[in-house]
């Protein structure tokens, strides 16, 4: 008998070591480069990678054979030799021949920012709506990319994005495998499209059983802080991760700002800069909570050190979903980073703003600026009505008390006299024109 129990082997996947290549092009500032580059270290930690290094190439265009041109190339299989990595990820987009060509003269897997950020949102999908948002967006990435010397789907699926590939049928003896996989993708992709359809037909069901209520929509770039902030203002136990895409799911919840004042609050996924096409099409049904709402609270993390090139992108997607005019409060967070103590002189440079309020959703600070400028835009959302409505409409009273102010009431025989505020969407939804009292 031994006298020690063996060693339980690891069942951990090893993490893959990653080498990144930004490539700064004619007409970039030097700091976009870095900036670009330094994100991607973030995403690839996101993705639970290994950064093993770091190459920057100045060039005036892409070269249309390896994107940073042959000699670049061969500079990078050494590195990739030198440092044990398994893959190279590119800070720009590829097209599926100057992949396939970095991986043939190279020998490493080859991946560029938007595979990257595919993955990530793979990893971070949780609820069947999201992960059929992110499986459709990997297809319509990964059908171009298709090669033959990548075999058979299954094995570039990452996250089981593709199923049933044993109920393919062949169509001939002439038909390659590469046929059938593309054949596969794009039935698939139809499939997950009639689905995503549906979903939408239920989430705008599911809004208009809250147009009653005046809707803000949390938007902004990823890591700005929105979760953090709807954890604040709500109290609900929502996911906070100091981390890219932390969720993935819009969340709804109520706050209640006092005053018998209530909003319905919408944490929207964060946006990136250059976000993936096809991602940001399979999201779009998330993304009409935000569409739909009364106000959106641009949220934005005023510690890091280009905050306006971020803002810039997430008015930019804003423009993209035609929202440039919607009603928008700026809400500069994370001051508490800036200079420890010095937050009220911080939101003081943001007080004269019309559209603006600046706090920490971490530490509270400006939370009731924020609340009050909440209640001062639901109110502006607000009609006051006077109505003459039957005793016997005792649901529709209740209703009235429920989510507006009673400014004055008055009973006249059978008949309840009021005069009441509520949100202007109340008015339609419970036809009150009929009830209006005359005069």
Known sequence: MPDHEPLARSTAVPRQHALLVGVALAGMEPWEAEDSLEELGRLT???????????????????????????????????????????????????PAQMRNLEQLTGVRILDRSGLILDIFARRARTRT???QVELAQL???LPRLTRQWTHLSRQAGGGAIRGMGAVGVRGPGETQLETDRRTIRRRIRELEDRLERIGTQLATSRQGRTGQFRVALVGYTNAGKSTLM???????????????????STTRQVDLGGRQQVLLTDTVGFIKRLP????????????EAVEADLLLHVIDLSFSRWESQAETVDGVLRQLGLEDHPTLRVY??????????????????ADQANAVALSAATGFGLDGLRQRLTAEAQRHAVTLT??????????????????????????????????????TWVTRLELDRFRAPG
């Open 231 to 249: 954890r604040a203002l709500s109290g609900a136990d929502v996911l906070v991760e100091d981390q890219l895409f932390a969720t993935l799911d």
């Open 140 to 142: 319509h990435y990964l």
């Open 333 to 350: 967070n994370k001051i508490d980073r800036i200079g420890p103590g010095e937050e009220a002189q911080v939101a003081a440079a943001f």
């Open 45 to 95: 930690h996101t993705a639970t990678l290994i950064e093993v290094g770091r190459l920057v190439q100045h060039r005036r265009g892409p070269d249309a054979t390896f994107y940073v041109g042959r000699g670049k190339a061969e500079e990078l299989k050494r590195l990739a030799g030198e440092r044990d990595a398994d893959l190279l990820i590119f800070d720009n987009d590829l097209s």
């Open 277 to 288: 096409h096809h991602l940001f099409a399979s999201f779009h049904a998330t993304l009409e």
């Open 387 to 424: 109505l003459q409505v039957p005793q016997s409409e005792g649901r529709l009273l209740a209703l009235l008390a429920a989510q507006g102010t009673i400014v004055s009431r008055e009973f006249h025989d059978n008949e309840v006299r009021l005069q009441v505020s509520l949100n202007r």
């Open 130 to 132: 999201a992960q059929i």
